[in-house]
């Protein structure tokens, strides 16, 4: 089945600077790939998604690559805010709406 | 649109107890999605339904834990014997499969501790 590594497991920055969170996955089948943020104790929403046919997808402050020919892809914050500090988890599948398997996130904590 | 609607919101239990989680998908919206949270483990997917049907439970950690839905508005995980090490934090998940909005929606969980 689809293995997905996300690194690093906690990142701290200052408010202002560029976060980046990378992720590799196993399957080559795997073709959508979602990021959610999760703050604490609420639930894990969706902030941006990236499709195979895609390299590039960018909204606003976030953006994500995706290389999939060695089967990574990354996550992209600028300019962070301290609403930014939540984790971050990646995640990937065979099509949009099928079974995700995620990776383990990312604790981003954004210092004023 | 109310979202994906799980309940109870907290549940504690003692061991042995049979414990009962429902969920709500969103309305029209064809797939469904169970997963378990803890700080060891994660996000992990559980077990997933498409048109009530279920689809894969490999995630389903053994035979305490089963899954149903019996139609589009509604489904229930069950753990019985419920044991201290399933507590965690119990996510369902919807989406519309097939029909352009496929992003999986979150419910608000709920926060499983078994004594």
């Known amino acids: 089945g689809e293995n997905v590594e996300q690194h690093p497991s906690t990142l701290s920055v200052q408010e202002g600077d560029s976060a980046v969170i990378k992720c590799t996955y196993s399957?080559?089948?795997?073709?959508?790939f979602p990021w959610y943020k999760q703050e604490l104790g609420k639930r894990p929403q969706l902030i941006i998604d990236i499709r195979s046919n895609v390299g590039e997808k960018k909204d606003q402050r976030i953006a994500v690559t995706l290389n999939k020919t060695a089967k990574h892809f990354s996550l992209h914050i600028t300019e962070t805010q301290p609403e930014d500090s939540a984790v971050y988890f990646c995640a990937a599948s065979r099509a949009a709406g099928n079974k995700l398997t995620f990776g383990g996130g990312t604790r981003v904590l954004v210092k004023p | 649109d109310a979202g994906v609607i799980q309940s109870p919101r907290h549940e504690v239990t003692e061991m042995g107890q049979e414990v009962t989680l429902r969920c709500k998908p969103i309305s029209g919206h064809n797939s469904l999605f169970w997963y378990r949270q803890t700080m060891m483990r994660g996000l992990e997917l559980l077990i997933y339904?498409?048109?009530?049907?279920?689809?894969?439970d490999s995630g389903m950690p053994e035979d305490r834990f089963s899954a149903k839905m019996p139609n589009a508005s509604f489904s229930t995980l069950k753990i019985q014997p419920s044991e201290p090490r399933d507590s965690a934090v119990y996510f369902c998940a919807s989406s519309s499969r097939g029909r352009g909005e496929e992003t999986q929606y979150f419910g608000p969980g709920t926060r499983l501790l078994v004594l």
């Open positions: 399957d080559s089948a795997s073709n959508y």
């Open positions: 339904f498409n048109n009530n049907v279920p689809i894969d």
